[in-house]
């Protein structure tokens, strides 16, 4: 069975770009199977990671509402979306992207998320590892998935207000039907030492700090180049402490 890993926490904190960095050191330590999730409509793991996004899971979703009679004579419409699905998933050599794209929009899409629903579970079963970079409200893993998460990251920025969003998306797991085996936290643009308020805060939610990231120049440069984070030297700050999570998610 995949262990599933899940980012989650308020917009802007870093959720993509450690999520990123994970992809980058399972394929540096050679874990495969390894499928990244981009469930945040607004989000571009895909473009952090170097690749074009072609399609969407809600493009596809969106396509056959507006003409289910696409579907070629002779094919059952649930053999034709998990054809469509297959193609919008990314092959790369050292893992594979799925990108969620937009929410649905109204009518009555019941039929068709429950075939993309269990196309996503069983796909879930052919990978080693599935980490899922979510949007602050977590709706896609709740709803589109098993439910399980195996490691909850929460990603905050060095801020009490990235503290407080973790504080709520951690009071609303149980309404998410969330099944979360284990949960830390990592504080994104870290300086070396955490002010005291900022701990007292942190042991206050009962999320334990699993990794500090500290602020690096040369992913902010990568990230204004629009460089894949892929290609980030070893000895870059932010890769010399994304081992630290690294050996925490190799234990789940
Ligand atoms: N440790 C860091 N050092 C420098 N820049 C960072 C760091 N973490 C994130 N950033 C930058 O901050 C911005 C927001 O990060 P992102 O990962 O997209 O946040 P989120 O996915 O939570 O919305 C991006 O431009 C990213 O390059
Ligand atoms: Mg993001």
């Known amino acids: 069975m995949s262990k599933i890993i899940a980012l989650a926490g308020k917009g802007g904190v870093g ?39 072609e399609k969407t899971v809600g493009d596809i979703r969106e396509g056959y509402m507006k003409d289910p009679q696409q579907v070629p004579s002779g094919m059952d419409k649930i053999n034709y ?3 469509m699905i297959n193609q919008g ?19 009555c899409y019941c039929m068709v998320n429950n ?5 996503i579970e069983e796909l879930e079963k052919s990978y080693k590892y599935l980490l899922v970079d ?24 060095y801020a009490l207000r990235g503290l407080r969003a973790v504080k709520r998306i951690k009071e ?5 039907k969330l099944d979360v085996k284990e949960i830390g936290l990592v504080v994104n643009r870290a300086p070396e ?8 805060e942190v042991e206050e939610i009962g999320v334990p700090i699993i990794c500090t990231i500290p602020e690096d120049n040369t992913l902010l440069d990568f990230d204004m180049e629009r ?16 081992d630290e999570l690294m050996q925490k998610i190799i234990k789940i």
């Open 89 to 107: 998933l990314i092959e790369e050599k050292d893992f594979d992207l799925l990108v969620m794209g937009r929410q649905e929009g109204q009518g």
């Open 193 to 200: 030492k955490l002010n005291q308020k900022f701990l007292e």
């Open 15 to 53: 959720k993509t770009t450690v999520s990123a960095l994970i992809v980058r050191q399972f394929a540096k330590n050679g874990v495969s199977p390894v499928l990244a999730v981009d469930a945040d409509p607004n989000s571009n793991l895909g473009e952090t990671l170097g690749l074009k996004v």
């Open 134 to 157: 979510n949007e602050a409200g977590m709706e896609h893993l709740s709803r589109r998935t098993s439910g399980r998460v195996d490691m909850l990251i929460m990603v905050t920025d």
């Open 227 to 242: 460089k894949s984070f892929m290609d980030l030297p070893d000895d870059s700050q932010s890769v010399l402490k994304i």
């Open 172 to 176: 609303m797991l149980a309404d998410l």
């Open 115 to 119: 075939i993309l629903n269990r196309f």
């Open 81 to 83: 979306l998990e054809m």
